[in-house]
């Protein structure tokens, strides 16, 4: 017998069978038993997200209901938000999931609260050093930002810093008018 197909009433003993109440009661197990077979299904799935194609990423995320899951973001990308959805999906509005959500897509970055900048209460900046990946997923990132945030807060700016390993060359100097010393000399 496949734990799929199992019929309860026909487990139950004779004299419970013709029992109104037990038929309904094995009637509900075998509906219950037939959702944990399918989330079962997916759990199988969730230890093989690496795996997966594109396309049953994309599915699965429609199945769990990830509403700040991206089709057009690479296969990593898509993993790495997947993973970690139900914790983002637990904290959503907080700064929690839109750091996460910010890890997910540009690999790095923060929420900076207004009062670390001397912004505007309920106002907030991003900051991230991941350059290309800003520049072309900014208008994507808004939209699911606008998904994972508190409604009520606004996002002053995405603030990108960029890193360089060039040398960098400095010099100074200084001349003090305090003092002023003259030299007369005969010499040639």
């Not at 037990?22 to 037939?34: G, I, R, Y």
């Not at 795996?51 to 429609?62: F, W």
Request: proline residues 3%; without cysteine.
């Amino acid at each position: 017998m496949k734990f799929s197909e199992l019929d309860f009433k026909q487990l139950l003993p004779a004299w419970m069978r013709k029992d109104p109440t037990d038929q309904a009661l094995a009637k509900t197990v075998d509906e219950l038993t037939q959702k944990l077979y399918t989330r079962s299904d997916l759990l199988k799935k969730w230890t093989h997200l690496d795996e997966l194609s594109d396309e049953q990423l994309d599915a699965l995320a429609n199945e769990l209901d990830v509403s700040w899951y991206y089709s057009g973001a690479d296969k990593e990308t898509k993993v790495n938000v997947l993973k970690n959805a139900d914790l983002v999906h637990a904290k959503l509005g907080t700064d929690y999931a839109v750091n996460q959500t910010i890890k997910d897509y540009f690999g790095g970055g923060k929420v900076v609260p207004w009062y670390e900048y001397d912004g505007e209460p309920y106002h907030f900046e991003i900051t991230t050093d991941n350059v290309q990946n800003v520049a072309d997923n900014v208008v994507v990132f808004l939209d699911i930002l606008e998904k994972v945030k508190r409604a009520s807060t606004i996002l002053d700016a995405l603030v990108i810093t960029m890193k360089s390993e060039d040398p960098v060359y400095a010099g100074f100097a200084y001349h003090d008018l305090t003092i002023e010393r003259v030299v007369f000399s005969e010499e040639a």
